[in-house]
């Protein structure tokens, strides 16, 4: 399918039907730097070192922001046209709160929280470009005091690199460029990123430069993508040496063995209180969030005392505890898994029941609600098995499965594959090929190869104006789909439908699955007996999927 922007009419790109506002710029710089950190991730996984050697500063980051784009989402997922900045953002901010995973996720879900703040509500007096370089001082300050002892050379330093460069932009440019503020604070964050290893003794033994400064970079460049069309190829610094040497205390007898992190439930007047109980307690801390809800981080050896000072201050939940002698030397408990497991994203009631009757564990997704990666996690780490096949059944959630797969395999032990299925037709297909008896290896390439020769297509309605692959639209046009493309603009259901029939049928096939969306029962028929007339030497099958904004899914094999 197409993203949601294109699932409700496509959303046109600088220079097509004017500039962009800036809910559409949030909601690509979203996907962006989503996208952008999953390509990332294993990269900033291996320059991790500080302030412990675990190896997933990348990846926490990765599930900060997929969180923050599937609350954003979420947020215009009721009427998009009704969603003001204000709440745009304020949901953006919220679900970094909520994803927020480990050191760095925690520091930067505090900084997006900060600039969504000041982004969301421009004083008058105030240019673009003075509102942009002000929300980027604001959120390193924050940053700045959301950790107990700030150390340079970190995603810290990184960001004041980058604010202060924004602000003598803003000085010098025009009142409206914030691509000029964003592109010269993402020129000084790589310059700063190259000096960490001057700063931090363990980066410089390591031979790396600092992992969540890494981080930071990735997002402004992918802000500087949205707002100037370009992508910037840069410098990552330098690689670690394996095996890393890592003179550091954090695993020794003396340094804290567990990471400890919480969501929380609090007044703000308790947290002042909370910081310095959990100071005594070990290091790297990190108290984030506000309005009564708070996100905590600590490394610590005595966790049940980091967990009721957490008590004491207010109501803890989601807690996690890490023991980074188990991440580091990769002991996995794993001898208690067996079997195979498919795990599926079903875009409708309908499409979750025919996942889940042919055996697979089904994720609620699509369009508005995209399966996320810690959605598919929970459901891997809830699992018994001990290998696993992931059909995400959609473009943009290929990157969450295969971050998930990842995460999985490295948490686990488990053995993970990610069928790369853009379409919920595709994973049909390659389930009703699944086959447990097989070896792992077998069974993913039948699966692989069925999806991928499964053309897909799909009808659905503009819900405004915009300019497509196949022309302009109107609201209220039928759009019809192949293989992720806009194809054809037509004012009637049955003929765009009919017309994707035979487009996809010219390549020949044997087999035509018709999916009827929600409101679509009489179309999936009217297609039915289209094809049985029209093409008597293919066979056709169709099925209820209940799936919003498509009337109908389609595939030939």
């Given at each position: 399918?197409?993203?949601?922007?294109?699932?409700?009419?496509?959303?046109?790109?600088?220079?097509?039907?004017?500039?962009?506002?800036?809910?559409?710029?949030?909601?690509?710089?979203?996907?962006?730097?989503?996208?952008?950190?999953?390509?990332?991730?294993?990269?900033?996984?291996?320059?991790?070192?500080?302030?412990?050697?675990?190896?997933?500063?990348?990846?926490?980051?990765?599930?900060?922001?997929?969180?923050?784009?599937?609350?954003?989402?979420?947020?215009?997922?009721?009427?998009?046209?009704?969603?003001?900045?204000?709440?745009?953002?304020?949901?953006?901010?919220?679900?970094?709160?909520?994803?927020?995973?480990?050191?760095?996720?925690?520091?930067?879900?505090?900084?997006?929280?900060?600039?969504?703040?000041?982004?969301?509500?421009?004083?008058?007096?105030?240019?673009?470009?003075?509102?942009?370089?002000?929300?980027?001082?604001?959120?390193?300050?924050?940053?700045?005091?959301?950790?107990?002892?700030?150390?340079?050379?970190?995603?810290?330093?990184?960001?004041?690199?980058?604010?202060?460069?924004?602000?003598?932009?803003?000085?010098?440019?025009?009142?409206?460029?914030?691509?000029?503020?964003?592109?010269a604070a993402s020129d000084a964050a790589r310059t700063a990123l190259a000096l960490t290893p001057t700063q931090l003794q363990v980066l410089a033994d390591a031979g790396v430069v600092d992992a969540g400064g890494r981080g930071l970079c990735v997002l402004l460049e992918a802000m500087e993508t949205v707002l100037t069309g370009r992508r910037t190829v840069s410098s990552h610094g330098p690689r670690p040496r394996l095996p890393v040497p890592i003179p550091t205390d954090h695993l020794s007898a003396e340094g804290p063995s567990?990471?400890?992190?919480?969501?929380?439930?609090?007044?703000?007047?308790?947290?002042?209180?909370?910081?310095?109980?959990?100071?005594?307690?070990?290091?790297?801390?990190?108290?984030?969030?506000?309005?009564?809800?708070?996100?905590?981080?600590?490394?610590?050896?005595?966790?049940?005392?980091?967990?009721?000072?957490?008590?004491?201050?207010?109501?803890?939940?989601?807690?996690?505890?890490?023991?980074?002698?188990?991440?580091?030397?990769?002991?996995?408990?794993?001898?208690?898994?067996?079997?195979?497991?498919?795990?599926?994203?079903?875009?409708?009631?309908?499409?979750?029941?025919?996942?889940?009757?042919?055996?697979?564990?089904?994720?609620?997704?699509?369009?508005?609600?995209?399966?996320?990666?810690?959605?598919?996690?929970?459901?891997?780490?809830?699992?018994?098995?001990?290998?696993?096949?992931?059909?995400?059944?959609?473009?943009?959630?290929?990157?969450?499965?295969?971050?998930?797969?990842?995460?999985?395999?490295?948490?686990?032990?488990?053995?993970?594959?990610?069928?790369?299925?853009?379409?919920?037709?595709?994973?049909?297909?390659?389930?009703?090929?699944?086959?447990?008896?097989?070896?792992?290896?077998?069974?993913?390439?039948?699966?692989?190869?069925?999806?991928?020769?499964?053309?897909?297509?799909?009808?659905?309605?503009?819900?405004?104006?915009?300019?497509?692959?196949?022309?302009?639209?109107?609201?209220?046009?039928?759009?019809?789909?192949?293989?992720?493309?806009?194809?054809?603009?037509?004012?009637?259901?049955?003929?765009?439908?009919?017309?994707?029939?035979?487009?996809?049928?010219?390549?020949?096939?044997?087999?035509?699955?018709?999916?009827?969306?929600?409101?679509?029962?009489?179309?999936?028929?009217?297609?039915?007996?289209?094809?049985?007339?029209?093409?008597?030497?293919?066979?056709?099958?169709?099925?209820?999927?209940?799936?919003?904004?498509?009337?109908?899914?389609?595939?030939?094999?």
């Amino acid at each position: 399918m197409p993203d949601d922007a294109s699932t409700a009419g496509p959303t046109p790109r600088a220079g097509e039907q004017g500039a962009p506002t800036d809910l559409d710029m949030l909601r690509r710089f979203a996907d962006e730097a989503t996208a952008a950190l999953a390509e990332a991730r294993e990269e900033i996984n291996a320059l991790n070192v500080y302030p412990v050697p675990d190896g997933d500063t990348g990846t926490n980051l990765f599930l900060t922001v997929s969180s923050a784009r599937d609350a954003l989402q979420a947020a215009l997922a009721g009427d998009a046209e009704a969603c003001d900045l204000a709440t745009a953002y304020a949901g953006f901010a919220r679900g970094a709160l909520m994803g927020a995973r480990g050191n760095s996720g925690v520091i930067l879900s505090q900084m997006i929280g900060a600039m969504a703040q000041r982004l969301a509500d421009v004083p008058s007096e105030r240019t673009q470009a003075e509102a942009w370089a002000e929300a980027m001082v604001h959120a390193t300050e924050a940053s700045y005091e959301a950790v107990g002892t700030p150390v340079e050379g970190t995603i810290l330093t990184v960001s004041r690199a980058a604010s202060t460069a924004a602000c003598e932009e803003a000085g010098r440019c025009g009142p409206d460029d914030v691509a000029a503020v964003v592109v010269a604070a993402s020129d000084a964050a790589r310059t700063a990123l190259a000096l960490t290893p001057t700063q931090l003794q363990v980066l410089a033994d390591a031979g790396v430069v600092d992992a969540g400064g890494r981080g930071l970079c990735v997002l402004l460049e992918a802000m500087e993508t949205v707002l100037t069309g370009r992508r910037t190829v840069s410098s990552h610094g330098p690689r670690p040496r394996l095996p890393v040497p890592i003179p550091t205390d954090h695993l020794s007898a003396e340094g804290p063995s567990y990471e400890v992190m919480y969501l929380l439930d609090a007044e703000d007047d308790r947290i002042s209180t909370l910081r310095k109980r959990l100071a005594t307690l070990g290091d790297s801390l990190v108290v984030v969030g506000g309005a009564g809800l708070w996100n905590v981080h600590v490394h610590v050896d005595d966790v049940g005392a980091a967990v009721e000072a957490g008590i004491e201050a207010g109501r803890p939940h989601r807690i996690r505890v890490t023991h980074f002698a188990e991440q580091i030397t990769e002991v996995r408990p794993v001898a208690h898994r067996s079997g195979r497991r498919v795990v599926a994203v079903a875009a409708g009631a309908g499409l979750a029941e025919l996942f889940s009757g042919a055996g697979a564990i089904v994720v609620r997704g699509g369009p508005g609600q995209r399966a996320s990666t810690g959605m598919l996690l929970d459901e891997i780490r809830a699992s018994e098995a001990a290998e696993f096949v992931l059909l995400p059944n959609d473009y943009d959630t290929v990157s969450a499965a295969e971050i998930a797969a990842h995460t999985a395999e490295d948490e686990l032990g488990v053995r993970v594959a990610v069928i790369a299925s853009h379409a919920q037709v595709q994973g049909l297909a390659a389930l009703a090929v699944h086959d447990p008896g097989r070896s792992f290896e077998q069974d993913v390439l039948h699966m692989t190869a069925t999806a991928s020769h499964a053309r897909h297509g799909a009808v659905t309605v503009a819900a405004k104006k915009a300019i497509t692959m196949a022309g302009p639209c109107e609201p209220g046009d039928v759009l019809g789909i192949i293989e992720g493309d806009f194809v054809m603009v037509g004012h009637d259901l049955v003929e765009v439908a009919r017309s994707i029939i035979d487009r996809l049928l010219g390549g020949g096939g044997e087999l035509v699955t018709l999916v009827a969306g929600e409101g679509g029962d009489e179309l999936a028929s009217q297609c039915e007996r289209y094809v049985e007339t029209a093409h008597p030497t293919a066979d056709v099958v169709s099925f209820p999927g209940g799936q919003p904004r498509y009337p109908l899914l389609l595939s030939v094999e």
